[in-house]
């Protein structure tokens, strides 16, 4: 039987595909991967055929700019709310705050 797999996702969502179709040529199947850009090479070292999808899941999730927007207005909604403004805000959620801003 010909198989196609397309795992999507980081390395923990591809490597268990990859280890599938490992287990499914094993039992003489034909199979072929189309995974993330960045993982094309890795998993030709399996011996798969295999095409990129054309995104990298890691730069994506490396990169700030997608979810700026959405961490900026998630802060502003958070600390507009009483008790930031109140300037009662705990360590912790100050130490949370700071952590978020480092990722826009």
């Not at 054309?54 to 900026?72: K, R």
């Amino acid at each position: 039987m010909r198989i196609l797999l397309a795992p999507h996702g980081t390395r923990g969502d591809v490597q268990p595909i990859v280890a599938l179709a490992v287990a499914l040529r094993a039992r003489g199947h034909v199979v072929q991967l189309v995974a993330p850009a960045n993982f094309v090479s890795w998993v030709r070292g399996y011996g798969f055929d295999t095409e990129s999808d054309g995104i990298d899941p890691q730069a994506t999730l490396t990169s700030t700019s997608p979810f700026a927007s959405v961490l900026e207005a998630w802060l502003a909604n958070f600390c507009g709310r009483s008790k930031c403004r109140a300037g009662r805000m705990s360590a912790g959620a100050r130490s949370n705050q700071a952590a978020l801003r480092t990722l826009l």
